[in-house]
């Protein structure tokens, strides 16, 4: 399956490639794997080809760094994708038990996605926000002082 | 106290104070004015010299000096590149930072890039913070828009042109070389040194990298006069510290403090942490981000001399290792009695482990090491054995590695086993009540 950003998209790349000295588009690459990811929901090994095509560097030099950063969804997930925090300061702020409610209520473990499709559950490292803990991520929005009610109505507005 | 001073949030609330307009109104940029036509660069390096500031991203190296290393050969351009990873955990200070007063770290790049002779300067943002990244990228075209971003700054014919790079989500690109090599499009994996950024850094040129909130400093000491500066705190711990507050205590948040304010008055006024919860008392403290050595609190408050510990660079450490630990990033981290120190120490470990970017040995099997044996003593599958095989493996792996992940790996499991040695054993002893959900160890030393 071929893969092509936007016309907005490619603008946006092109743009990033500029900010870099001449002879360092390389530089662009993980704004880039952003973009990919906002468009496509996920970084398939097309759409590092694609990215790879774009900064003329090769195939490889994206895998690796795709591989690299824990961000970049190397396979497919759900329309949202919940990463929640679970370091120790998140953990003495409550968020073990928050989340252990979370996961029941999606009836799915860490790294999956519910049958429905709505929601992926991903466990991430501290996302600096620890005094403002339990925190989960949803795209780029942060959602802090979890509580399970807070969390109920989370998943139930995401569901409507 | 007597100096209560806000050098870097004293506008934080102001509403509106996001946008150029309203930073501008409350002084703003003044010392983007003052620096570009006032005075030349060497002048501003010699203001932060004085000023006695020390990096705050977690090593407190002094920032002046710093500066004063940066390699300057002919025709090769120089970069200053801004350290926003913020992935220490229980650190959220730069967060907040940006998130609420971006035209001060904005403000403060420009006078360090001009000081500094870089007309191209990056801020690197840990990629989960997207939506900061936006925040900084509209201030930055307010800036622009306001001729103090661009070319020709000012009428100065200084040209500066400032771009925020997202990270990828990974801890180790807060360690300076692996940042430049992630900010170069490749993965994050420190660099051998020498040579030191300030020889050969960015795409091989000089660079020099600062904290967030090292730089948003800056304009106060251009404003001020690093002498001011350095009548503020105490010793060479000048200036304020911006601390990340966590845990059990009744205010978390981010607190500016003056350097040399008494622990506990940190601690348990009102004005700070208020204390513990209610019903509950301090177990212990880690006092300066994850990596840094967990201090029960009758160490906390007190040094081994029976001072009265201060929230300072010198206090912190005191004693050493034994019975200090140090401020690193200013993430504080405050547990009581309901802490588990053995899960929370596996916590720690796992996370190292995850983050561990693979490169040398020690730090890559050392650490998976430490988190299996830890996961095995919480979950009451330990021998007595494996307490001093963790201790042999986190000494195995101390200063044994490229860069300093493998000693931050190694020190909160050093130092738990240090002073909370009995609740390991207890967990070995005990297996079956230990890993009860809840059941935590009560028998160590603690101070109400
Ligand atoms: C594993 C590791 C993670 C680090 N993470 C950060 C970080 O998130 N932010 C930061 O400013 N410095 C971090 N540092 C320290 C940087 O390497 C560097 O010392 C700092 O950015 C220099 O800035 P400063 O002198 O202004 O403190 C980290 C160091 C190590 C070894
Ligand atoms: S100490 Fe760990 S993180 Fe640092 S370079 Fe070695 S393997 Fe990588
Ligand atoms: S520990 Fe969860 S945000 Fe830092």
Redesign the pocket.
Known sequence: MSVTFTEDKLKKAQEIILRYPEGRQKSALLPILHLAQEQFGWVSSDTMDYVAGLLSITPVEVYEVATFYTMFHLEPVGKHVIEYCRTGPCCAMGGEEVFSHLKTKLGIKANETTSDGLFTLKEVECLAACGWGPCFQIREKYFMHLTNQKVDDIIEELSK | MANDIKILTEHINIPGIETFEVYRKAGGYNAVEKAIKKMSPDEIVEEVKKSGIR???????P?GM?WSFLAKPEGVPRYLVC?A????PG?FK?HYLMKNLPHLLIEGMIVSSFALGANKSFIYVRGELMYVVRILEKAIEEAKAAGFLGKNILGSGYDLELVVQPGGGA??C???TALLESLEGKRGNPRNKPPFPAVKGLYQSPTV????E?IANTPWVINHGGEEYAKIGIGRSTGTKLISASGHIKNPGVYEITLGLPVDEFMNSDQYLGGIRDGHYLKAVVAGGSSVPILPANLFYKTANGEDRLMSYESLSDGGFPTGTMLG?GGFIAMDETTCIVRNTWNFSRFYHHESCGQCSPCREGTGWMEKVLHRIEHGHGTMSDIDLLVDVAKKIEGNTI???GD?AAWPVASAIRHFRDEFEWHINHPNEATKPGAVYMGAEILA
């Open positions: 990096g705050r991203g977690g090593a407190g190296f920032m710093k350290n990873d913020e992935s220490e650190t730069d801890y180790i807060g360690e300076e990298v600062n904290n967030v090292s990033s860069c300093p992940l931050a």
